[in-house]
């Protein structure tokens, strides 16, 4: 061919590939450094950053490259992918995981995207999910019931309330019961039997849930339940059985059970619920006077802090700072405190509490600063021996890093007087108490179907700092990371505060676990 006429032709070639190659979708630049560079990474932190560095961008490739990292070996990383995951923006940025959801494979995936699904409000993938309600596989199964409530599926109400009382998994039972709560209100006929029955389940945290949920999907059928379980049930579980009763019916009675049963026996046959409308006009038109919930069955109480519960930790912080004294002495004075070191009153209360502990009470003490150190390895009964040896444990803590730390081995600890044994490791505590090992709560993988065996249901915990070592030190990562540990549990965790610091985090950290939290001051 003559070179005159192959140049135009080459030059109009390439006009037309560069108008395909601009026609086509061009992949994010960002993406293509990730595989660039992600490989390359050894350190978890620079590789979680790389992972991150994805986030908010519209892209199918994405998907691509972050699917095999959703398994990745460390927790840290394959949770920072499926955060990103969950907040991909468009069903086009989606579309290469539904061969996942079509074929079930990888099989290891499936679970952590139906979870995804869920978090982030994937409608496209609504059947397939609703298909694997049904799933053997427990994760699969257990994400599954969490996507449907979260993505208001209707439609699976019937196999939720079947999940809720039938389930071998009590993590499942957990999660069909709040999607009951989600979807329930109007479908009370589908809903409140399932969420009834759940109120007699074996397992703590699925009664827990069932009174929450029916403060929301309100029947008349959970009343005579919640009446016989405040007169049969023993421990935690009283906590909610009162203040559900009276967010179903608004009735003025105390915690009385007796009181309970005389108006239900005399109303039971002609007793209408109230709705929503008429019990906001009646608590408006009271002004708010009505009876503040507390308690009155007492097996445990610290610092303020009342309990019905017959399985107690308490977390005691003792890192340096708290040799270090009150400065407001004339408050403790005056609440009859003697010593005004931190650990002095700490350890005053404490003594007290163990004390009075009933003989059908299971406790336990954890003492941390930089490493965690238990008083015995699982719940002890508060029998007389094991009062007198706890009591015997709190008398010998000290301050670890301050200038009583060269006591530490006559409390029976191991660990050095140095100052590096002295600091405050709240998320290896917080760990430790809720029976979790560290490096497994930092995954996708700590909210499991996978039954947890802690007998634990309340902690006490208490600190007079913000955490300053271990594996999770910002404040919020670790109330992120208990949330995840709790989710399916519902462990209560009280947070005592003492000293003169920020004390957001543990005010969060009571309010997110169902507990409280108290200031006893500077």
Not at 33 to 62: M, N, S, W
């Amino acid at each position: 061919m003559p070179a005159g006429i192959l140049g135009p032709m080459a030059a109009s070639v390439s006009w037309l590939l560069a108008l395909v190659l601009l026609a086509l979708p061009q992949q994010d630049e960002t993406i293509r450094d990730f595989k660039k560079f992600f490989r390359k990474a050894k350190d978890p932190a620079e590789r979680a950053e790389h992972v991150h560095a994805l986030e908010g961008i519209d892209d199918p490739g994405v998907a691509q490259v972050l699917l095999p990292v959703l398994t990745d070996d460390d927790p840290m990383v394959a949770a920072a992918a499926l955060e990103v995951v969950a907040q991909l923006p468009s069903e086009r940025a989606r579309a290469p995981f539904a061969p996942v959801f079509e074929k079930g494979k990888p099989a290891d995936v499936l679970p952590i995207l139906v979870r995804a699904a869920g978090e982030g409000g994937w409608r496209e993938f609504l059947e397939p999910i609703r298909e694997l309600l049904g799933s053997r596989d427990d994760e699969i199964r257990l994400w599954a019931t969490v996507a449907v409530g979260r993505l208001g599926d209707e439609a699976s109400l019937p196999t939720l309330a079947r999940l809720a009382t039938e389930d071998k998994r009590t993590a499942v039972r957990v999660a069909a019961v709040d999607s009951l709560k989600t979807l329930g209100k109007g479908h009370e006929d589908v809903a409140g039997p399932a969420l009834v029955a759940a109120l007699d389940d074996a397992e703590l945290s699925v009664q827990t849930a069932a009174c929450l949920a029916l403060r929301v999907v309100r029947v008349k059928e959970a009343i005579p339940v919640l009446i016989r379980l405040m007169e049969e049930a023993e421990g935690r579980i009283h906590e909610h059985l009162y203040p559900t009763l009276v967010e179903i019916t608004d009735l003025p009675f105390r915690e009385d059970p007796g009181q309970w049963r005389n108006w239900w026996e005399r109303a039971k046959d002609r007793y209408e619920l109230l709705s929503d409308e008429e019990i906001a006009a009646r608590r408006a038109a009271r002004e708010k006077t009505n009876l503040e919930y507390r308690p009155a069955r007492k097996e445990a109480s610290f610092l303020g802090v009342d309990t019905p519960s017959e399985r107690v930790i308490f977390v005691i912080d003792v890192s340096g700072s708290m040799e270090e004294s009150v400065v407001d002495r004339e408050l403790f004075r005056e609440r009859g405190f003697h010593s005004f070191g931190k650990l002095d009153i700490v350890r005053e209360e404490l003594l007290r509490t163990i004390e009075g502990l009933g003989s059908n009470v299971r406790f336990n003490i954890l003492a941390f600063a930089s490493e965690v150190m238990p008083w015995r390895r699982d719940l002890a009964p508060a029998n007389a021996l094991n009062k007198r040896s706890a009591a015997d444990f709190v008398r010998k803590l000290k301050p670890i890093g301050g200038t009583a730390a060269g006591e530490l081995a006559g409390a029976g600890l191991v660990g050095s007087s140095g100052l590096a044994k002295g600091r405050t490791n709240t998320y290896a505590a917080l760990c430790a108490a809720l029976g979790v090992a560290e490096e497994e709560a930092l995954g996708p993988a700590t909210e499991s179907a996978r039954e947890v065996r802690s007998s634990v249901d309340t902690v006490f915990f208490l600190s007079d700092g913000r955490p300053s070592v271990g594996r999770l030190v910002d404040p919020d990562d670790i109330l992120e990371a208990v949330e995840k540990i709790n989710r399916f549990r519902r462990v209560t965790i009280h947070t005592i505060a003492i000293g003169e610091f920020q004390k957001d985090f543990m005010e969060y950290l009571a309010e997110k676990n169902g507990g409280v939290f108290v200031d006893l001051g500077r």
